[in-house]
């Protein structure tokens, strides 16, 4: 590494940059000319820039796994005991987001300048695009859970007024609230794990946390409720089983919208918080994120199914490939749920934005409205064909690289946990799942005949700002940008874990079992030359690394030397035969993998181009399946009569209340005061002001007696002077 | 010659300008009445100074009375010609306008 890192020094502006032209826009979007897009494309093409100045100071000049950039200044510091440092850490993983934002984001930008041309409210899309960017780019750049925090609600915010920027539509203004509402949930409990952490250890930072926690100051139950508290965060965020209701009605923003933060980004914060918080989960915490990732990923491929919208379609999917991520960091697969994020990002905002040039085309989401478009738009359909064999998981494209990893793992959890061999075998059935709907979504779409023959003779492709994106986009989905020189798996390795286990539990062989994913990444690790550290990053990793191992041996101290010594060679023997399984699964599932993604792209050619099964008699056939998954698994009415009649009941008893009880006592108080300030009244009026009229009424009457003495005739005054002298005299005389 | 004679004389004067000045309405007519009474004090200054004083005080005295009637004179009878121009008449009674 050289110390000219300009781009590194200057990180901070990328995220000001967006910051600058949503002021700009927002303030003067109207009057400037095109009404203010291209401040917001220059800022973030710059950012663009920058973002890859940064990808080729950390990633090929760095070319390490431990590089680290951390700048921090105290920023708040109350009583010396509550400190929050502002700063910036870029690392490799921060490096990789930084490109996939800005870049997905650029050309989402570009993309809208067609999408959005003559919308009424053209600059202020662009000022809530910027204020996104700014948001995400933040959230990649923190370097402590507090800043992460306000990043992440901000693009929540952001989320909130994009979903709904056609709020005169009543469903918009509906979802968003509903994005908002159900994002609230999960935060909830990203700010209790917050909280927790912060109360036992005292910091925010992540390296200070990870440090924290190596050392024991956070242990057990508490660390694995914290963990699961972090994680409702990325629930909510990344629209895993309980709350992932909101993103499918999130389609309801403009298209552009759902490819940048439904699809590419903000859904993916979740997943890259989990990422950025690896080292403090307990086994039990991701066993806990293991399976919610996997009933995610099942139910939504399966709601995929049913589906007709070709939005809806895709944001279900968004929401499986998302529970593919969670389950991939679930079995301690780091690098292979973060490669997913980075693939999926490309592939899955090429196919967004390839559905709205074809929603753009037709004026319709519906997929059967559609047929044949491939002679229409050759461009929008090999994009769009390029981003689904890589959903599918084909070699050569980057879903197969990503996909087949996070499989590899959870083969090779299941394997060594056996009891949880659900983990392994639904993802791969819904691998398959995927790769058929997929492909049931693009033979409907763009082969076959035209169903609708208005929409399709109005058809025409798209114009360059809206191709363009596409075509980059399709070139990320191929996987040569991801495995040249196999520098991702080489870069994103997984952090050693900051858990300590418990004192009691340490020596027993279950909890060792148990924290078996653990250990294979550790394994993993050990074999990255450590070494290539460079001079000035700091590595918290291994200072966590070598903790857990004496911590792990402290409740042995009390039985001697010789015990401890012979744990750490059963660790050894552990550790190899964990590395030994993890070979065999990846091989295995690969095969397996390629295996179900051709039987479900097969069963797609079947059915919809070959035509040997009619999709209607299958739908007959099992009517209420179909029924069921159409109507979502019946989770948004589920909610209605469960949650949201219970809010909507307390809500109305607190109304009952509040206008009963508060507002009576209030109109009590009110009634009381009116009384006695009119007997108040009373009295001033006449005790009072009568006094002070009083005295003005005498000193008029004694005036008007007065002023008759005052005639004004000499006569007079000099008449009242003799005679006082004659009365002087006569006083005097007698 | 006795003072008490002279005091007599004085009084007398002093009083007919009592009258003039209580019973007539006319300006010029209480000038002169002012005029018998100061006339009356100089007289009075003139007498105690010859009978009882040393000195000539009583005599600079009714010098400066003297003088002060005719400045007092003049300054009145200016007055009362204005107030013949506006009102039509010396008669002070009719003189009331910052009364009412």
Redesign the interface.
């Known amino acids: 590494m050289n110390e000219t890192n300009f781009f590194l020094k200057y990180a901070y502006i990328i995220p000001l940059l967006p910051l600058s032209s949503f002021f700009i826009n927002i303030f003067f979007g109207k009057r400037l000319p095109r009404k203010g897009d291209w401040v917001s494309l220059l800022t973030i093409v710059t950012a663009l820039v920058m973002a890859i100045g940064i990808f080729y100071e950390v990633i090929v000049q760095g070319f390490s796994p431990d590089f680290k950039y951390h700048v921090t200044y105290p920023w708040l510091t109350v009583m010396d005991r509550f400190h929050v440092n502002i700063g910036i850490l870029v690392d490799n993983l921060t490096a990789i987001m930084l490109v996939v934002v800005t870049l997905v984001s650029t050309l989402v930008h570009l993309f809208s300048v067609g999408y959005m041309h003559g919308d009424p409210k053209y600059n202020r899309f662009f000022a809530y695009l910027s204020i996104f960017s700014f948001s995400m780019l933040g959230l990649v750049l923190s370097e402590s859970v507090f800043f992460l925090f306000i990043f992440w609600e901000l693009v929540g915010l952001s989320s909130y007024l994009l979903i709904g920027f056609w709020f005169e539509k009543k469903s918009a203004s509906y979802a968003s609230k509903k994005a908002f509402i159900t994002n609230r949930v999960g935060d909830f409990g990203f700010l209790a794990g917050i909280l927790i952490i912060f109360a036992a250890t005292g910091v925010f930072g992540f390296d200070e946390i990870f440090a924290s926690v190596a050392a024991g100051k956070l242990t057990g139950t508490l660390l694995t409720m914290a963990g699961i508290g972090l994680f409702c965060g990325a629930v909510g965020k990344s629209a895993q089983f309980p709350l992932h209701v909101w993103l499918p009605d999130a389609m309801e923003g403009p298209t552009p919208v759902s490819a940048l933060i439904h699809a590419a980004t903000m859904v993916a914060a979740g997943v890259y918080l989990i990422g950025r918080m690896y080292p403090v989960f307990t086994a039990d915490a991701f066993l806990v994120i293991a399976y919610t990732g996997t009933v995610t990923l099942f139910i939504a491929a399966t709601i995929a199914l049913a589906q007709n919208d070709i939005k809806k379609i895709l944001a279900y999917s968004t929401v499986s490939q998302l529970g593919f991520m969670v389950c991939g960091l679930g079995v301690g697969g780091y690098t292979a749920g973060l490669a997913h994020l980075a693939t999926h990002a490309g592939f899955k905002a090429c196919m967004f934005l390839g559905s709205g040039s074809v929603i753009h085309a037709v004026h319709s989401q519906d997929i059967f409205d559609m047929g044949e478009l491939r002679k229409k738009m050759p461009i929008t359909f090999v994009t769009f064909l390029i981003g689904t064999l890589a959903i599918a998981g084909v070699p050569f494209f980057s879903g197969f690289f990503s996909k087949d990893m996070i499989l590899g793992d959870a083969l090779a959890f299941a394997m060594l946990n056996p009891k949880h061999y659900a983990l392994f075998i639904v993802p791969m059935f819904t691998a398959g799942l995927t790769a058929f709907y997929m492909f049931r979504l693009v033979f409907v779409t763009f082969f076959g005949h035209a169903r609708d023959h208005h929409k399709f003779d109005h058809a025409h492709e798209s114009p360059f700002t809206m191709a363009f994106p596409l075509i980059v986009l399709a070139l990320l989905s191929f996987a040569f940008p991801f495995e040249h020189n196999n520098w991702f798996k080489t870069l994103i390795v997984k952090p050693k874990s900051a858990v300590v286990l418990p004192a009691g539990a340490g020596h027993g062989a279950a909890p060792k079992h148990e924290a078996a994913p653990v250990a294979a990444g550790e394994a993993k690790h050990e074999a990255t030359p450590a070494a290539e550290v460079a001079p000035h990053a700091v590595a918290p990793a291994e200072q966590a690394a070598v903790a857990p191992a004496e911590h792990g041996a402290a409740p042995a101290a009390g039985h001697g030397a010789v015990e401890t010594a012979g744990i750490s060679a059963e660790e050894k023997e552990h550790a190899a035969h964990v590395k030994h399984v993890t070979h065999v699964a990846h091989g295995i599932a690969m095969y397996m993998s390629l295996a179900v993604a051709g039987t479900g792209i097969l069963l797609a050619i079947v059915v919809y181009i070959l035509g040997w099964i009619d999709p209607a008699k299958v739908k007959a056939a099992c009517l209420p399946v179909h029924t069921f998954l159409a109507n979502k698994w019946y989770f948004d009415e589920l909610y209605e009569v469960t949650i949201i009649a219970l809010v909507m009941a307390a809500a109305r008893a607190m109304a009952w209340f509040d206008q009963k009880v508060v507002d009576g006592a209030v109109n009590l108080v009110a009634s009381i005061n009116k009384w006695a300030c009119m007997f108040v009244g009373r009295f001033d009026n006449l005790v009072v002001d009568g006094a002070v009229n009083a005295v003005a009424n005498a000193t008029i009457g004694g005036g008007t007696v007065l002023r008759r003495l005052?005639t004004?005739?000499?006569?007079h005054y000099?008449?009242v002077l003799?005679g006082g002298v004659v009365v002087l005299f006569l006083l005097k005389a007698f | 010659m006795s003072l008490d004679k002279f005091l007599v004389v004085s009084a007398a004067l002093f009083c007919c300008g009592l009258y003039t000045i209580m019973t007539r309405r006319n300006g010029v007519a209480l000038l002169m009445g002012v005029e018998l009474i100061l006339n009356a004090a100089n007289i009075n200054f003139v007498a105690f100074s010859h009978y009882l004083g040393k000195v000539m005080g009583g005599q600079i005295f009714a010098v400066f009375v003297i003088v002060i009637a005719a400045a007092e004179a003049a300054v009145a009878l200016s007055i009362f010609l204005r107030l013949f121009a506006t009102a039509g008449s010396v008669e002070v009674d009719t003189a009331d306008s910052l009364k009412n």
Not at chain 1, 712 to 715: A, E, L, R, S
């Open positions: 005052q004004g005739k000499i006569y000099a008449f003799v």
